[in-house]
């Protein structure tokens, strides 16, 4: 039998905590990860932090990994931010992958998007179990790490997609 307790702690940062970004930090809670948020609207992250979306504000530098889930034309400048903020990896939910993709060319970075929604937007819509059966689309580039990739895909499927 393993002894749980003394396993370290999972640590997630997410960028945007619309439905998409506060569903991600539910799913991530629900399976034990503590996770930091950030969303460029203050009312927004107060309300994340009161409903218990997130464990704290801001970005865990030491965090396994930070998913960006911002309005497509912020992907680029906050992937930037976590690549320069974070030592772990990054991947975004971004509709559109083109851009992003051709700008960052770091080894930590593999872009994705999930086929996930609701009727509902925004924190309100946020639900730990958006991705259950969901396909998660990865985009990996020549200069991504195998082992980025893998790990990211297996963080993504423990979610459910």
Known sequence: MTDMSSAPQRRANVIGLGLIGGSIALALQERGWTVSGDDARQPTLRAAVDRGVIDA????PQAEITFVAVPVLAVG???DRALAATTGLVTDVGSVKGPVCRAHDD???VG???MAGSEFDGLDGAQADLFNSAVWVLTPLSTSDDATFAEINSIIASLGA
């Open 77 to 79: 400048d906050q992937v």
């Open 57 to 60: 504000t801001g970005l865990d």
């Open 107 to 109: 080894r930590r970075f």
């Open 112 to 114: 994705g998007h999930p």
